[in-house]
DNA sequence: CGTACTCTAAATAGTTAGAGTACGGTGCACTATT
């Protein structure tokens, strides 16, 4: 079979990215793969080539509505009318045509709260389904624990879908959260594709002050010189709100955005990024997936991030049309001890851990009385099917020494007196093969090379023809 | 850890200082109400 041919006819590329090809083959062979693939090296195609060549439907289970909606446009701006996206976005009766006609869809999204619902289960079963796709599946590891544990089920369906072929991708994983993907995915032997990940372009500072309005002082600074287009992460909300406000006062074109926020505003703030309304977006954790700016230059962030694999995949937005991009991390003293109770608080107590388990109906009114907190109840009530008690306040115990070996990691790098790009692929389990000459702060940087001008905005604004603003106005 | 808010005692009626405490981030689906 003539892949290149296939894939010249169905979406009109001569070529295959690095990887690809590998992954596809492996895939029509009939093998389950992880595939980790830095983001913009064309992840989808790995499966949407296998939907025109295999028999029945492709399933793909994604993090988020927005991720979903916008999959579902790609596809049919490139032609594919048999697309759709099983999510609370479709009200019921579209839903019920929806579930009645699945055979007729090429392409599934789905969530995987939705995917482990039992009246789902049964409609799907009914179909033929080819291939099972986990898109950004280091969320099975980075949320499955924490708030939704529904990313540990998804493997439960695959018994009714008649064991599909299972293709897992991501950016970013380290050694540990593949195996977790394995784990949870119940993949006994899968054909893993891992691309380098260091990112040439990217060049690492890391800043440090005595205190946190010094931060705020050398941004505003920062940002008057530098133009963007780029994104400040910031540890909080309020925290993204103010440094936006203080920008905008300098009459800079930017904005906040979290997850507190109305999701039409959320859509708006993320369609001006990407039409190129705005130089600078200031947010929490939130902001990126599925973000695809290529010209982003700078990525700045405020206060340190909870993990090595959050800070690579929020430093992987910068720069991905291959020129260089700079990645600042700011440092005061007392931002890792806020960031440790952050993460350690959020995880169920003993005391949670006792109630539920002692509770005689599931525990369902403890979360009205105040006694378990809502994420509490939802992780807790994934294990107590699974474990015992004992087993549970284990389990959870593990989960705090594995969040405070992640903060001693990212800890590290402020710290550190060597190349911070080295660290960074030690920690994904990667040998460095070679160092650019713009490498990190600790190898010396040289900024002047760095500066962005003003951003080019007929570059993207332009042609601003009828269909992209109209794009632009419709959520999609 | 830092911030914002609540509570309380001391003072004598509106206010304030100081102590104590809760909170901080990531999202799906569902339901009830406009």
Excluded at 8 to 15: E, N, R, V
Excluded at 327 to 346: C, I, N, Q, R
């Amino acid at each position: 079979m003539n892949l290149e041919k296939t894939l010249y006819d169905a979406y009109g590329f001569t070529s295959f990215r690095p990887g690809q090809k590998e992954v596809i083959e492996k895939i029509l062979g009939g093998e389950d793969v992880i595939a980790l693939l830095p983001t913009g090296m064309g992840k989808s195609m790995c499966y949407q080539l296998p939907a025109h060549l295999l028999e029945g439907s492709v399933l793909i289970v994604s993090p988020l509505l927005s991720l979903m909606q916008d999959q579902v446009a790609q596809l049919k701006k490139m032609g594919e009318k048999s697309v759709t996206a099983l999510n609370s976005f479709l009200d019921p009766s579209e839903r019920t045509i929806v579930l009645n006609n699945l055979r007729n869809y090429r392409f599934i999204f789905i969530s995987p709260e939705m995917l482990v619902q039992p009246y789902i289960k049964n409609k799907l079963k009914d179909i033929q389904i080819s291939l099972l796709v986990a898109d950004e599946a280091h969320c099975i590891s980075q949320w499955g624990f924490d708030f939704r544990p529904d990313y540990l089920r998804i493997a439960e369906i695959l018994p009714a879908l008649g064991h599909p072929r299972v293709l897992a991708l991501t950016a970013t994983a380290t050694a540990k959260v593949t195996e977790e993907i394995k784990k949870y995915l119940q993949l006994t032997d899968p054909f893993i594709y891992s691309h380098p990940m260091d990112r040439k372009n990217i060049v690492y500072d890391c800043r440090k002050f005595s205190a946190g309005n010094e931060k705020l002082e050398w941004l505003k600074e920062f940002v008057k010189t530098n133009g963007g287009p780029g994104i400040i992460y910031a540890g909080t909300r309020n925290k993204s709100r103010e440094i936006a406000d203080l920008l905008n006062m300098d009459g800079l074109r930017a904005a906040f955005y979290h997850g507190g926020m109305e999701h039409q505003d959320r859509i708006f703030v993320q369609q001006q990024f990407q039409n190129g309304e705005l130089d600078w977006v200031c947010s929490t954790n939130a902001f990126g997936m599925g973000v695809h700016i290529p010209d982003i230059r700078h990525v700045i962030h405020f206060q340190i991030p909870t993990s090595i694999e959050g800070y690579v995949q929020e430093v992987g937005r910068a720069g991905r049309d291959g020129s260089p991009a700079l990645a600042t991390l700011l440092y005061a003293p007392g931002d890792e001890e806020m960031l440790e109770s952050l993460v350690l608080d959020d995880l169920p107590t003993i005391n949670e851990i006792r109630e539920l388990y002692n509770s005689a109906d599931g525990g369902s009114q403890l979360v009205a009385q105040g006694i378990i907190r809502e994420t509490s109840f939802r992780v807790l009530s994934y294990w107590r099917t699974r474990l015992t008690e004992q087993q549970t306040i284990r389990q959870i115990e593990q989960q705090k020494n594995e969040k405070m070996m992640q903060s001693a990691k990212i800890k590290k790098l402020i710290t550190l007196k060597t190349c911070l790009r080295e660290y960074l692929m030690e920690c994904f389990d990667q040998q460095l093969v070679s160092k650019p000459a713009n490498c990190c702060v600790n190898d010396g940087i040289e900024y002047s090379s760095l500066q962005s001008g003003p951003r080019k905005e007929d570059a993207r604004t332009s042609p601003a023809t009828w269909q992209k603003r109209l794009e632009s106005i419709l959520p999609c």
